[in-house]
């Protein structure tokens, strides 16, 4: 079972480059999570999707945009990338439509971008 | 004030020793509470989930939650080298709408 899919696993940008995070899950879910991970951070929320065609803001959206493609899809794109975006990104889904005590995230690999 | 802290460590324990985790949180509305475990390098795993007041046991880990006091713990009993990893404690926060706030994890060192 491929479960979470998150591609590339490694990018190296320039500042002000664009560039865009795949996400794909084969576990029917209906929701779908964009965090980034930093040192001391924890897992800091960047956009999430309830259900296909719907998106909300998350704790740290500034400098990203999102894109529920479709059940299974849902892409982050950094249009103009700066140092401060130099992280560790994380896709998850989950059943629920809402965040639940009996069906938790399922987490993707990571992408680890950095930014020079 | 982190609305989840967990204390960062490293939390070091012998092989066999119980460790115990911490984690408290700010919103008195929270539902549930999530233990996850996360190696160096790769992505989150969920180890249990807990949402009643008191303990729940799932082989050798033992989630327990007090309300009242607005913590939530982890123990693992038996530790081996291989439950060495960063464990980062969840909470289902109710208030402004259902949101999934992580901690910032406790690294966990287990010795042989």
């Known amino acids: 079972n491929a479960g979470v899919t998150q591609t590339p696993k490694f990018q190296v940008l320039k500042t002000g480059q664009s560039m865009t995070l795949q996400c794909a899950q084969d576990?029917?879910?209906?929701?779908m999570y964009w965090y980034r991970q930093d040192p001391g951070m924890g897992l800091r929320l960047i956009y999430y999707s309830a259900s296909e065609g719907t998106t909300d803001k998350g704790e740290v959206p500034n400098g990203y945009n999102v894109s529920r493609l479709n059940k299974r899809e849902f892409s982050l794109r950094l249009e103009s990338a700066a140092p401060s975006q130099t992280s560790v990104y994380f896709c998850?889904?989950?059943?629920?439509?809402?965040?639940?005590?009996?069906?938790?995230?399922?987490f993707g690999d990571g992408t680890r971008l950095s930014i020079l | 004030q982190k609305e989840v802290e967990q204390n960062s460590g490293p939390l070091s324990v012998p092989e066999g020793a119980i460790a115990s985790l911490n984690c408290t949180y700010s919103?008195?509305?929270?539902?549930?509470f999530f233990w996850y475990r996360q190696y160096s390098g790769k992505s989150p795993e969920l180890i249990m989930f807990i949402y009643s007041n008191g303990d729940k046991e799932d082989g050798r880990f033992t989630a327990q939650l007090n309300k009242a006091s607005q913590y939530v713990s982890l123990l693992i009993r038996d530790s081996q080298p291989s439950d060495s990893a960063t464990y980062l404690c969840?909470?289902?926060?109710?208030?402004?709408?259902?949101?999934?706030?992580f901690g910032a994890g406790t690294r966990l060192f287990v010795k042989a």
């Open positions: 576990m029917n879910h209906n929701s």
């Open positions: 919103d008195r509305g929270s539902q549930s």
């Open positions: 998850a889904s989950s059943e629920a439509q809402r965040p639940s005590h009996n069906q938790p995230q399922h």
């Open positions: 969840a909470v289902i926060r109710v208030t402004g709408g259902f949101k999934t706030i």
